[in-house]
């Protein structure tokens, strides 16, 4: 079709020719334009609000749970000092006990040395004085062994007071751990929902401007987003020239209706 103009255009519908040669049909192919989906952006907004605090509250959740295992370490240390020190003063008391108990020997040797270097038998004022000795010896005892089971027991107390306080921290950091897991995976089914509503939109600028918080994931250019809903623009327009001489084809009876977008014409 020589007299046809070369166009790079969809024409839709049939057209009829008449000349000297004869009649010819065209038939054109149906084409369309495409103009991108409206999107709700009030919805975008909420699931952008959305992902956002849920994604807050994993850091949030994450930095308490840190916070909460390192307080736990800090009793569980508390704790063992505390243990470690009330066996160290088991250990002092027993020896303070051994010294008590050397010193109270030596008394009573010397009493008993000064009262046989007089001429003295051990009986009466004599026995009298080892035996008060031998009391007050017993009582250091006594007041020893009481002090340092008073501090083992403080030192003790202390260290199922850590141990309480570990524990308590511990369940804090599971439960803190438990809210970052699950707000994570709320995130996560948030953001798949989000995905799953954009695949195939084109975002225009102000849709892209409300995705931004969540990154250039939304924002950038080239991606396969572009799934378009179709509407059909259209012109009349001749496809033929007007013939220079008689005899060729004349101009279209009925021309077809062309659209912007391209294709060529098949005869």
């Known amino acids: 079709m020589a007299a046809a103009d070369s166009l790079n255009s969809t024409v839709s519908g049939s057209s009829w ?3 000297s040669g004869g009649t010819a049909k065209i038939t054109v192919s149906t084409g369309s334009t495409t103009k991108a989906s409206t999107l709700d952006s009030g919805a975008l907004k909420s699931s952008v609000s959305s992902i956002l605090g849920l994604n807050a509250d994993v850091e949030a959740a994450d930095a308490k749970a840190t916070g909460y295992d390192a307080e736990a370490l800090a009793y569980g240390n508390v ?6 020190n009330a066996l160290i003063e088991g250990v002092s008391g027993e020896i303070q006990g051994l ?28 026995l009298d004085i080892l035996k008060s000795s031998l009391q007050q010896g017993y009582l250091d005892q006594q007041i020893l062994q009481t002090q340092t089971a008073l501090s083992i027991g403080a030192y003790l107390e202390e ?32 953001t798949e ?3 799953k509503y954009l695949k195939g939109k084109t975002l225009t ?56 977008v391209g294709s060529t014409v098949s005869v």
């Not at 009573?108 to 004022?125: D, L, M, P, T, Y």
Request: charged share 20%; hydrophobic share 30%; net charge neutral.
């Open 17 to 19: 020719l008449e000349g």
């Open 79 to 84: 704790s063992s000092i505390a243990e470690q």
């Open 99 to 126: 010294q008590l108990e050397r010193k109270l020997a030596g008394t009573i040797g010397e009493q008993q040395a000064q009262v046989a270097a007089v001429g003295f038998r051990s009986s009466g004022s004599s």
């Open 159 to 190: 260290s199922a007071a850590a141990k309480g306080q570990k524990t308590a921290a511990e369940a804090a950091s599971t439960a803190a751990k438990s809210l970052s897991s699950t707000s994570a995976t709320s995130a996560t089914s948030e």
């Open 193 to 195: 929902a989000l995905d």
């Open 205 to 260: 600028d102000a849709e892209k401007l409300i995705l931004s918080p969540l990154g250039g994931k939304y924002t950038s250019t080239g991606t396969d987003t572009t799934d378009l809903t179709t509407s059909t623009t259209t012109k009349t327009k001749s496809i033929f020239s007007t013939p220079s001489k008689p005899g060729a084809f004349g101009t279209a009876k009925s021309a077809g209706s062309i659209n912007t």
